[in-house]
């Protein structure tokens, strides 16, 4: 994993290996790394993503410093973190290329979307924000996503349902908008579908 430093990583007696080719993390190094996961996800849940780093290492058993090995910024943890909803989402969008309404199928992965990024209190608003700085972690996982969701995108304009004028990159941010927006409405747990609605409404020619 990124920021992982050579004395985590397997020692000089390891087989000749191709230039390039990547080294295998020690036993001890995995160990932590999935311990840092799994109280991170837990942290992040409990006390949203702006939630101390140091405290959770402290929750995984280990120090700040190994931490930041394994990630090096907050940014480099939320996208390990957010990892398996992304390809959940990638996955989703496959099976929704073959929906009979492009556009109903389009709108269905967006509000999933929604629904991921309300797992973790602060992780539509680092999203908005990472979308501007291609060097963030979270930017560079943003990739699979704007290629799934174009595909859908097309699909939909193809069948005249939405204006050929739209691109992903509008549509991500504003759904991330309407994550942070139902976020920030807890009281309101409907704000999101009809924000939704409001957008298909805008979508269509």
């Known amino acids: 994993m990124a920021g992982a430093t050579a004395r985590e990583w397997a020692g000089t007696s390891e087989p000749a ?4 080719a990547p080294r295998v993390m020690r036993a001890d190094a995995r160990r932590n790394h999935g311990r840092l996961l799994a109280e991170a996800r837990s942290a992040f849940a409990e ?3 702006d939630t101390s780093l140091e405290d959770v290492a402290r929750r995984a ?4 410093g190994t931490l930041y090995r394994h990630f090096p910024n907050r940014h480099a943890l939320m996208s390990a973190v957010f990892e398996e909803a992304v390809s959940d989402l990638l996955a989703r969008s496959r099976e929704l290329l073959d929906a009979p309404e492009p556009c109903t199928a389009l709108v269905r992965w967006l509000r999933e979307i929604i629904t991921h990024a309300g797992e973790y209190r602060g992780l539509a608003r680092a999203l908005m924000s990472a979308s501007r700085d291609e060097g963030s972690h979270l930017a560079r996982c943003s990739g699979p996503m704007r290629e799934a969701g174009s595909a859908l ?3 939909a304009q193809e069948s005249g349902a939405v204006r050929p ?5 509008d549509l991500l941010q504003l759904t991330n908008a309407i994550a942070l927006a139902a976020e920030e409405t807890a009281d309101d747990p409907a704000l999101a579908d009809r924000l939704l609605n409001l957008t298909l409404r805008g979508l269509k020619p």
């Open 165 to 169: 004028d739209v691109s992903i990159g």
């Open 61 to 64: 058993g280990v120090g700040i």
């Open 47 to 49: 006390h949203g993503t």
């Open 17 to 20: 290996r191709s230039p390039g």
């Open 153 to 155: 995108l097309l699909r």
